[in-house]
């Protein structure tokens, strides 16, 4: 490991305290360096407050270093007044020489603007150090900004002979337990990292699911239900008003504090329109966690990024089956007895605008 990669390794461990909360702003830490000592460092803490830069310059106890010191951060600093003022004007403003930059942002209201103004005023700018662990720490923000739609995990539980679950009609028959406490927890964990979460009525109607946080510090993420003729009733705990909630439908109610119709047209087109309108909402991650229709018409269509599915060691013989994605992991963890496996879309098919 070199010298560059060093501190841009820390900015990437700093980033990540921010997961959960900044979305749908990037993940960004900040680390800076006089005489190969770190004498500042910060990261984004929550969406609406500063950035990592000027939280690491305003850390430096002597603020005469800076202009001996380079300024390392894993994302392109930002140029335009948003929430906050523009991080690479106080860089130059504070006269810090030197900035090692992991990666540009894909935003157009950056996109190398940043880097012109340091540029511009002298500083010396390096561009591209772990560049591709840059890129995939913010995929989420990356794949929002440039395709304008938000990144898509699909996620199951399935039993080693291929099933999510037993042949059940009505909410009265208990959902098959695939998951232990461990995977439950991990579960949680990935909906903290995800802005929303994406159910169909069918899953609503069997399980009455909460979609919430629970076994995992962070933010409940928003939820996203389709409910195309609004059958669902409104005494079901996703319309409980605690959790800002998203309603695809052709027959809407009227909407509340907490609940949004949208009018969707339910056609061979719905789920590349839904995820535009998602995406114009500030969405910038859905994690879709079922049922088997909805999660095989994201497969179908070619509409994912990513897809994580648990293979636990019981067999049933008979139940409703798990997609298949037809592609292969990228790999593999084993948690107690059960699989953990992660497949990447390398062929995409979503749409470009």
């Given at each position: 490991?070199?010298?560059?990669?060093?501190?841009?390794?820390?900015?990437?461990?700093?980033?990540?305290?921010?997961?959960?909360?900044?979305?749908?702003?990037?993940?960004?830490?900040?680390?800076?360096?006089?005489?190969?000592?770190?004498?500042?460092?910060?990261?984004?803490?929550?969406?609406?407050?500063?950035?990592?830069?000027?939280?690491?310059?305003?850390?430096?106890?002597?603020?005469?270093?800076?202009?001996?010191?380079?300024?390392?951060?894993?994302?392109?600093?930002?140029?335009?007044?948003?929430?906050?003022?523009?991080?690479?004007?106080?860089?130059?403003?504070?006269?810090?020489?030197?900035?090692?930059?992991?990666?540009?942002?894909?935003?157009?209201?950056?996109?190398?603007?940043?880097?012109?103004?340091?540029?511009?005023?002298g500083i010396e700018v390096i561009i591209g150090v772990l560049e591709d662990a840059c890129n995939k720490l913010n995929k989420r923000f990356f794949i929002w900004q440039k395709e304008k739609r938000p990144y898509v995990l699909l996620k199951w539980a399935q039993t080693s002979d291929g099933f999510i679950d037993k042949i059940r009609t009505n909410a009265e028959t208990p959902p098959l337990q695939i998951s232990d406490n461990i995977t439950k927890q991990l579960t949680h964990k990935v909906r903290s990292e995800n802005q929303a979460i994406m159910v169909s009525t069918n899953t609503v109607f069997l399980?009455?699911?909460?979609?919430?946080?629970?076994?995992?510090?962070?933010?409940?993420?928003?939820?996203?239900?389709?409910?195309?003729?609004?059958?669902?009733?409104?005494?079901?705990?996703?319309?409980?008003?605690?959790?800002k909630t998203l309603v695809f439908t052709e027959n809407p109610h009227e909407n509340s504090d907490k609940i949004n119709y949208i009018i969707l047209r339910f056609d061979e087109t719905m789920l590349q329109n839904m995820l535009k309108i998602i995406a114009s909402q500030g969405i910038h991650s859905i994690l879709v966690e079922g049922g088997s229709s909805l999660l095989n018409s994201f497969i179908r269509s070619g509409l994912w990024d990513e897809a994580r599915t648990e293979v636990s060691d019981i067999m049933i013989e008979k139940g409703v089956p798990a997609p298949s994605l037809g592609v292969a992991a990228e790999n593999c963890l084993r948690i107690n007895k059960h699989l953990y496996f992660t497949y990447l879309n390398k062929n995409k098919k979503f749409y470009h605008e």
């Open positions: 490991m070199n010298y560059e990669e060093k501190y841009m390794y820390r900015c990437l461990q700093l980033a990540t305290y921010g997961v959960g909360h900044v979305a749908p702003n990037p993940m960004v830490g900040a680390v800076l360096v006089h005489n190969d000592c770190i004498i500042g460092e910060g990261f984004h803490h929550r969406f609406g407050e500063s950035h990592a830069e000027p939280n690491a310059i305003y850390a430096v106890k002597d603020e005469s270093l800076l202009k001996e010191s380079t300024l390392y951060v894993n994302l392109e600093p930002c140029s335009h007044y948003g929430k906050t003022p523009p991080c690479a004007n106080l860089i130059v403003d504070k006269g810090i020489p030197r900035v090692v930059i992991g990666t540009l942002d894909p935003n157009p209201k950056v996109s190398g603007k940043g880097i012109e103004i340091l540029r511009n005023a399980d009455n699911p909460s979609l919430t946080v629970r076994n995992w510090p962070g933010k409940n993420p928003i939820r996203i239900i389709l409910d195309r003729t609004s059958r669902i009733p409104l005494n079901y705990t996703i319309f409980d008003q605690a959790v």
